[in-house]
């Protein structure tokens, strides 16, 4: 598919579907038509852009989205692999558990102000 499908499939534009190509994180190949400057992008870079949105938004890098695709892609040691992959793990239940806890304590203070103890 060409960059404007792609955008539009996945609700990403074309301008950060370009940056994560620079970057390495998703891949295209030269279009059939060798009169253009056309690129096609292969079907799972949708299931991709759906992640990166989703680890973007819990706060990660794109240096830390390199790691995650190096390792899952086997392009490094898989002792490695299985550190910078279970780093993230760890990294992220530990901000879910702080956002349990902040969650918890606003719902403490929506509480007491709807018995009136504030």
């Known amino acids: 598919m060409r960059i404007g499908e792609l955008a539009e499939r996945s ?29 096609d992008y292969p079907e799972d870079n949708l299931v991709r852009l759906d992640f990166f949105t989703k680890a973007r938004d819990a706060g990660m890098s794109i240096a830390d989205l390199k790691d995650i ?3 899952m892609a086997g392009r490094c040691d898989r002792a490695v ?30 509480d007491a102000s709807r018995s009136g103890d504030t």
């Open 11 to 39: 609700g990403t534009s074309r301008d950060t579907i370009r940056f994560y190509e620079k970057n390495g994180l998703i891949t295209s190949t030269p279009g059939k038509n060798a009169t253009n400057n056309y690129r």
């Open 69 to 71: 695709i190096d390792a």
């Open 81 to 110: 692999a299985e550190s910078v992959l279970r780093a993230k793990v760890d990294d992220l239940k530990e901000r879910a558990e702080q956002i349990r806890r902040v969650v918890a304590f606003l719902e403490q203070g929506l």
